[in-house]
C-alpha cells in the first residue's frame, strides 16, 4: 500500500533521514519504532507532504505521491495525526469536525456562492454532518459534540484528531504517538478503534513509544536509529535483533 524508498531529509546539518526505505502491507497493522530522534516524525512529514524529502520516492497504492502538498496526499487515501493533537481549541468538538480536510466540504462552501443547485449543497452538507456525527459515536465522544475542543483530556483529543482525520475518508492512517498522555481506558478504547477500523480493510503506521503496545498490537515492525532502518519483521525478530537491542541500550526494549 504504502513504499518508501531510499528517503532523506535534512535540516542544515543535521540527517534526520538518510535513505530510508520500507513498505506497509495493505490491511496491516505496522509499527514504526526507534529511539528518539531516530527520524520517525519527519519521516511520517515527507510523506504526508508536510516536509519535502532531500531525496528518494514515496510511492502510495501504486501512485508517486512524493513531496506532494498534505491535501493532495490527503485526496488520495492518506492521512496522518500528528504527535501534538492540532484540534482548535476554541471551537467545539463537533466544529472541528466540520473543519476536517474534505473534498466534499470544500467542494460544497464553494459551490454555495452560486445560486445553482441549492438543494444539492443542502443534502451534502447534511451528509457530511451526519457523517461527523456518526464517526463521533464511534470514538464515543459524541456527548463531547458541544465541549471546547480546548477543554477535552489528552486521550479526547487523540480521539478526536483520529475522528478527524477518519471524516476525510482515508485508506490507510499514520499515527504519530496516539498513546502518549492517554489514561489507560482511553488507550484500550483507541486500540479497540484501531484494530475495528482495520477489520474494515484500514491500513495502519504507528509510531509509539509503547513497547508493549507495539509488540502486541503490530504484525509488522520498522525499527529506525539515525535516520536509516535497522531492522524489520514481527515482535519476536525485533526483540531478539542483536543491532535493535543494542541500539535501544539502556532503553526498555
Ligand atoms: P523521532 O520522531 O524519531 O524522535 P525526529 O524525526 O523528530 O525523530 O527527528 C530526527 C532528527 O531530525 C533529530 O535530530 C531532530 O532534532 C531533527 N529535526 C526534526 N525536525 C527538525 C526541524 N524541523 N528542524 C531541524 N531539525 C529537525
Ligand atoms: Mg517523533
Not at 531492522?231 to 541500539?247: C, H, K, M, Q, Y
Request: aromatic fraction near 6%.
Amino acid at each position: 500500500m504504502l513504499t518508501v524508498e531510499n528517503l532523506e531529509k535534512r535540516f542544515g546539518g543535521i540527517v534526520a533521514i538518510d535513505g530510508a526505505s520500507f513498505e506497509v502491507e495493505r490491511g496491516s497493522i505496522t509499527g514504526l519504532i526507534g529511539p528518539n530522534g531516530a527520524g520517525k516524525s519527519t519521516t511520517f512529514n515527507c510523506i504526508t507532504g508536510v516536509h519535502t524529502p532531500d531525496g528518494g520516492t514515496v510511492t502510495f497504492d501504486g501512485t508517486d505521491i512524493t513531496g506532494r502538498p498534505p491535501h493532495a496526499v490527503a485526496n488520495r487515501g492518506l492521512v496522518r495525526t500528528f504527535q501534538i493533537a492540532r484540534e482548535f481549541p476554541e471551537m467545539t468538538v463537533l466544529e472541528n469536525m466540520m473543519l476536517a480536510p474534505n473534498d466534499q466540504l470544500g467542494e460544497s462552501l464553494w459551490r454555495s456562492v452560486a445560486p445553482v443547485a441549492r438543494r444539492e449543497v443542502v443534502e451534502q452538507e447534511e451528509r457530511v454532518l451526519e457523517r461527523a456525527w456518526e464517526t463521533l459515536e464511534f470514538f464515543e465522544i459524541d456527548h463531547l459534540a458541544e465541549e471546547y475542543a480546548g477543554n477535552l483530556s489528552g486521550g479526547q483529543r487523540k480521539l478526536l484528531d483520529m475522528a478527524r482525520a477518519l471524516l476525510t475518508e482515508p485508506e490507510m492512517l499514520m499515527l504519530d504517538e496516539p498513546m502518549a498522555g492517554v489514561n489507560p481506558s482511553l488507550e484500550k478504547k483507541i486500540l479497540e478503534r484501531v484494530h475495528d477500523l482495520r477489520e474494515q480493510g484500514y491500513t495502519f503506521l504507528l509510531v509509539e513509544h509503547d513497547m508493549d503496545v507495539i509488540m502486541n498490537h503490530c504484525e509488522h515492525i520498522i525499527v529506525m536509529h539515525q535516520g536509516s532502518v535497522l531492522a524489520e519483521g514481527d515482535a519476536e525478530a525485533i526483540t531478539s535483533n542483536e543491532r535493535v537491542i543494542e541500539a535501544y541500550l539502556g532503553g526498555e526494549i
